[in-house]
């Protein structure tokens, strides 16, 4: 069959699937619920409020839905989400970074419960350093947000939400094998008391790989204590370490059949919240280290190994005050008030670029209010500064309004202004007379623009969207080769990305889960008039949920993948779908113990495309494994 005939005949089939699945929807009453699509989200404004008055687009990605990925690592959970895409240079081990609504990696936010986890001498962080079994929920923060989050949120935010011990006394372990002699092995432990909490999770995960030196060997350990004080207090300690050891094959043309690659990153964060009736406190510590060692023994004048050191030290805290009131009166007040600040110490020790360090501030405020003549409006105004000690500081102002036009249908608007600081690489890699960084570079600034739809009916079992958007993006950093012939950064120009993304999540029956989504991306260098992203983004979901045997055990079959089309740089179209089954098997009746069963395929058609020029990604994959509680 060839071809281009088999891409046509797959579309077609899953289009035509879905929709005569969705069909059912006005022919079949739902009995119960799979489950309740989120509706609380707290990363659009920093306290917990209904999607349907967020004044952005936020996606929220539950528990359930981590669960049916299947995925090893944050980048497969979020692949198949509208306005993003994942940056994979191929390999199990290699580089996978993320892009949202045509952003650099560089230019967006990652955070783990609040803390933000960008790595300040590249600006970016791997997605697959962070594993999938530490993983609650993830918020995803479509286009800028620049009043609360500041420097480096340019592109978007996205949030992890840990497990913590939030349940009573319960124990996992697991274990998978799969194509390229891939090993994993996983387990975890809860608890919770009268006041206390805890939850520790470990992971090993070994691979082969694909091609010559894409091995991969690494360990992940997590664990979370939280004691309730009193009745509106409590305190949360987590401490990450991952060790992350790899071979790093290259590109095609340009192979590395020796290059290594070790990261170890260890963290430490205390948290102290506190909830009254109108008011909420949160202050959170941190420490971060990063260890980064790269080894190329065939690179032309090898001096040796590469080590790279980064420490930072973090503070943060938010007030939200709730029904809160601009004067003296004792009346109840029709505003949300929340403001805050951090400080960050960066400091790099580095063989290549040396011994670096910057210190940061911020301080914000966001006001969300609710005209008395009009309930269902709501308008949010914010302002944050940022003071970095290397570019100094920066205003960044947002406002926004969201309108209920029913109880389960509102439309938002927003326009911002957010920027992105030089990373330690842009301005310090040192010269050799072919590479070298720029210290007179100026961070990028944007205006961003966004309208939208956002519909969660009654129930809780659909949800749709429709965003149109725009970014007006001065001073991009480039890496290209200059006048000199060394490549280098440098301030190009202006760039301008527009779109639109349409989604749609179904709970079709009480058996299916469906989703559809578009992304269409216009993003072009003003400069040159050139396109920088692929243009089009369709992504397809369909879940079926079951419940069989004498036992009732739960059992799901998943496919889910995505097709871009309208690649820059004659690059080519290509499409990625996963299927995956899970069965759960009761092995003692009498104390309702089971065991799960799973089985996964991951690259389904085999696609062999290279979602970054010269690095193919990995093929069709298979792995199974059995997960039991204890």
């Known amino acids: 069959m060839p071809r281009k005939f088999k891409f046509v005949f797959m579309c077609l089939l899953i289009c035509i699937s879905i929709f005569s699945i969705c069909m059912q929807v006005f022919a079949t009453k739902q009995q119960e619920p799979l489950f309740i699509m989120e509706e609380i989200v707290v990363i659009a404004s920093k306290y917990p409020e209904d999607l349907l008055d967020s004044i952005a687009s936020v996606e929220v990605i539950s528990r359930e839905e981590i669960a049916i990925s299947q995925s090893e690592n944050l980048a497969g959970i979020i692949r198949n989400i509208a306005g993003l895409e994942i940056m994979d240079y191929g390999s199990q081990g290699d580089v996978k970074a993320i892009s949202i609504r045509g952003s650099s990696p560089e230019q967006v936010l990652i955070m783990i419960d609040g803390q933000v986890v960008n790595d300040p001498q590249t600006g970016k962080i791997d997605l697959g350093l962070i594993p999938s079994d530490m993983i609650k929920k993830i918020e995803v923060y479509r286009g800028p947000a620049p009043a609360l989050y500041g420097a480096n949120a340019l592109g978007g935010v996205i949030n992890i939400i840990t497990k913590s011990g939030e349940e009573e006394k319960k124990g996992t372990a697991g274990v998978n094998y799969g194509s390229y002699s891939t090993q994993k092995y996983q387990a975890s432990y809860q608890n919770k008391s009268d006041d206390m909490g805890y939850f520790f999770t470990g992971g090993y995960y070994k691979t082969e790989g694909d091609r010559e030196n894409s091995q991969l060997d690494k360990v992940s350990l997590m664990g979370k204590i939280s004691k309730e004080v009193d009745q ?252 000199e012939g060394v490549w280098r950064p440098s301030n190009i120009g202006s760039a301008r990305v527009g779109g639109a993304e349409v989604i749609l999540k179904k709970e079709i029956d009480e058996h299916f889960l469906g989703n559809i989504n578009y992304t269409y991306l216009n993003a072009r260098d003003l400069n040159t008039d050139t396109q920088l992203k692929a243009k089009h983004k369709y992504g397809l979901g369909l879940t079926y949920f079951n419940q069989v045997g004498d036992h009732e055990d739960d059992f799901s079959i998943g496919l889910d993948g995505y097709i871009v089309t309208g690649r820059p740089d004659k690059l080519e179209n290509y499409y990625l779908f996963d299927g995956n089954i899970t069965r759960d098997v009761t092995v003692d009746v009498e104390t309702n113990k089971k065991v799960q069963l799973n089985f996964s395929i991951k690259n389904i058609l085999n696609q062999k495309t290279e979602l970054v020029s010269g690095y193919p990604i990995q093929g069709r994959t298979f792995m199974v494994g059995i997960r039991t509680d204890f």
């Open 232 to 483: 509106q207090t409590d305190l949360y300690l987590a401490i990450r370490y991952h060790d992350y050891q790899r071979g790093l094959p290259g590109s095609l043309d340009y192979p590395t059949p020796n290059a290594q690659q070790d990261d170890r990153n260890f963290n430490l964060n205390f948290k102290w919240q506190k909830r009254e009736e109108d008011k909420d406190i949160n202050i959170m510590a941190w420490y971060d280290f990063h260890r980064l060692y790269y080894d190329n023994p065939d690179e032309w004048g090898h001096a040796g190994a590469s080590i790279h050191k980064t420490h930072t030290i973090g503070l943060s805290f938010d007030n939200t005050h709730y029904n809160f009131s601009f004067n003296n009166e004792n009346i109840e007040s029709d505003h949300t008030f929340t403001w805050g600040g951090e400080i960050k110490q960066h400091s790099l020790d580095s063989t290549d670029i040396g011994t670096q360090q910057d210190l940061n501030g911020a301080v914000f405020i966001q006001d969300v209010w609710l005209p008395a003549e009009e309930r269902d409006l709501s308008i949010t105004a914010g302002l944050r500064y940022d003071y970095h000690q290397i570019f100094g500081g920066q205003f960044n102002p947002r406002i926004g309004i969201s309108y209920r036009l029913q109880d389960e249908l509102s439309i938002h608007a927003s326009v911002g202004r957010a920027y992105r600081a030089p990373t330690y690489d842009d301005l310090y890699w040192p010269e050799d007379g072919y590479v070298g960084g720029n210290p007179n570079l100026l961070p990028e600034t944007a205006w961003a623009y966004e309208v939208g739809l956002h519909f969660i009916n009654e129930e809780g079992d659909t949800q749709a969207e429709l965003n149109i958007f725009r970014k007006n993006v001065n001073d991009l950093i480039n890496w290209a080769t200059d006048s």
